[in-house]
């Protein structure tokens, strides 16, 4: 696994690690760990103490409707739960501008992503490998 170089830079509270990328260029398994726990080895593996992973994620590999295709989360599942922990501090003592920004454009993520899957659907070519 490799770490990801992320956009937060300083005073991350947890290191992530991407998998080996599968055919469509993209991981789908990823490690968050607490940061700092995560020890290289020489055979480019790494060592982690289990009680340090806090998540692992398995995305889904191969089209919807592909019996060899492995299920998996979707991007947009771990959007709508972002989404539904800012909304949470929206509407508690924790609500801010910035996480109000955030929240719009996780809103407009979700937004763009069932577009593509409406458009899948109406050429009929949702749960297959065609474009």
């Known amino acids: 696994m490799n ?12 290191d992530i690690y ?6 469509g260029g993209a991981a789908h398994d990823y490690m968050i760990v607490k940061a700092g726990t995560v020890h290289p080895s020489t055979d480019d593996t790494i060592t982690v103490n ?3 992973i806090l998540l692992t994620v398995h995305f889904q ?3 919807r409707d592909d019996d060899k295709s492995t299920a998996g989360v979707l ?5 709508e739960i972002v ?8 509407s508690g003592k924790f609500a801010t501008r910035e996480n109000a ?4 454009h996780i809103e407009e993520a979700l937004m763009w992503l069932n577009r593509r899957v409406e458009d899948r659907i109406e050429r009929n070519v949702l749960g ?3 474009k």
């Not at 770490?3 to 947890?14: A, D, F, G």
């Not at 991407?18 to 055919?23: C, F, L, S, V």
């Not at 989404?83 to 929206?90: E, N, V």
């Not at 920004?101 to 719009?104: H, K, S």
């Open 18 to 23: 991407a998998g080996e990328k599968g055919i």
């Open 75 to 79: 991007g947009c599942d771990l959007l």
């Open 128 to 130: 297959t490998y065609n």
């Open 83 to 90: 989404r539904d922990t800012l909304k949470g501090f929206q």
């Open 50 to 52: 289990p009680d340090d």
């Open 3 to 14: 770490k990801l170089s992320t956009i937060q830079k300083r005073e991350n509270l947890n």
């Open 101 to 104: 920004c955030a929240l719009t």
């Open 61 to 63: 590999e191969g089209a």
